[in-house]
């Protein structure tokens, strides 16, 4: 077994240590610098070493990461398993300890082949130079209208009739609107200044009641007196909850 | 359109317009071809650029095409100044691709366990460049976020598809093991 130390970990620690990037990349590395198969791994020997390392990098006062302490346990776990002797009929349903560290290791190994292979494609492809994309208007088309001159006159006629229906249409509506602003704010408003000139003191159930007037008349002459007061020409006041509201004039004063 | 001449200038025009990466289908609806034509053209201007002394390039990027330099006319273009310095990955990063890239869906605890190591900072670091993306979530406990590789990636490591992949058969491990003798 081809296996023997090159240098004392402790002269490697000293350059490489950080750079390992979790347990299984320290014991690749290992296993590269040993040359070992990695499919017949001497266990004892490469536990060993990874010890060493892990030693090595107490002595430094480097912080082990909790990853490379699992490994060791893993590690030191079947080198155990190998040392113990093994029963004979056993031997052959046996799996061999190893294994799953292996598949592990071989799939890391291929992982950082690839990892290389993009490393070197990137190197390629970076001297490729692209355009910045353009900064396009919303749409670039203008729509072009085929038409005849029938067709044009068709489509005239048909819009004049849309438009006299519609004019039709809002014709109705308009007189609707306008009965029922039959009740005008501003008519009330006015009103109600002119009874305020009077000097008298107003009572709202008496101004506007539900018993001879509309909803929306009482609702209006509620908003015509909340304006008048806005305007300051009228205060407004109640004695008590749901109680009468009373109207004052105010005098306005003048220049 | 019918002129084969005429609807590659077209392609290329639009192309070069967008500056972007396009859509396939997007240029089989401009040049009002199907897809499958679409692409058979698009291969052949690919094979084209790459064969004549043109100083640009077509390239496919999963479903979308995109025009660029060819690397050979990158120190000519450094005359421009454009100063442009891209910063490597480190080794961590290449290899949490590489995983992420053989492997997708895949989750960070799969990531993890190929590397044996915690591959938080560097996932990040990827999302952030773009190089991958989060592309749903496992079904299971805790509903993992799954990632994969994305059109960034292809357009870095000079792919055209993920089918590009280099083939990395991991059944082959399996034989291999079991020729393993048992000392």
Known sequence: ?255 | MDDLREIEAVLEAVLFAAGDSVPLEKLSEIIGQDKKTTAGILSGMELKYKNSNRGIMLRQLGSNYQLCTKPEYEEYIAYLGTGRKKQGLSQAAYEVLAIIAYHQPVTKAYVEQVRGVNSDNVIATLLEKNLICEIGRQEGPGRPKLYGTTEEFLRVFGFSSLNDLPKLSMNEIQVVMNDVPVD
């Not at chain 1, 077994?1 to 090159?6: A, D, K, P, S, V």
């Not at chain 1, 490994?71 to 155990?80: C, N, P, V, Y």
Request: negative net charge; contains cysteine; hydrophobic residues 40%.
């Open chain 1, 1 to 255: 077994m081809g296996f023997e130390h090159t240098a004392s970990p402790a002269d490697v620690c000293t350059i490489k240590l950080k750079n390992f990037e979790g347990p299984l990349d320290l014991l690749f590395y290992l296993i590269e610098k040993n040359q070992i198969n990695i499919y017949d791994i001497p266990i004892v020997e490469i536990t060993d070493q990874y010890m060493e390392y892990l030693f090595a990098m107490q002595q430094m006062d480097l912080e082990i990461a909790s990853e490379f302490l699992v490994m060791a346990a893993t590690l030191l776990h079947i080198k155990s398993k190998l040392l113990l002797p093994s029963r004979k009929e056993e031997e052959q349903e046996e799996e061999d300890p190893r294994e799953e560290l292996v598949v592990k290791l071989v799939e890391y190994k291929r992982i950082k082949e690839f990892a290389e292979i993009l490393k070197e494609r990137e190197q390629i492809w970076s001297r490729v130079y692209y355009k910045l994309p353009e900064a396009l208007p919303e749409s670039v088309f203008e729509e072009i209208l085929d038409v005849s001159p029938l067709m044009l006159k068709e489509c005239y006629l048909k819009c004049m009739q849309n438009y006299y229906e519609r004019q039709n249409d809002v014709t109705h509506k308009m007189e609707r609107i306008l009965r029922r602003e039959q009740v005008s704010l501003r008519l009330k408003i006015k009103e109600l200044l002119a009874r305020l000139k009077r000097g008298v003191k107003l009572c709202f159930s008496q101004l506007y009641n539900l018993k001879h007037m509309s909803r929306i008349e009482v609702a209006t002459g509620f908003l015509a007196t909340l304006e008048v007061a806005k305007m300051g020409r009228a205060t407004i006041y109640q004695k008590e909850e749901f109680g009468e509201i009373y109207i004052e004039p105010k005098v306005q004063r003048k220049g």
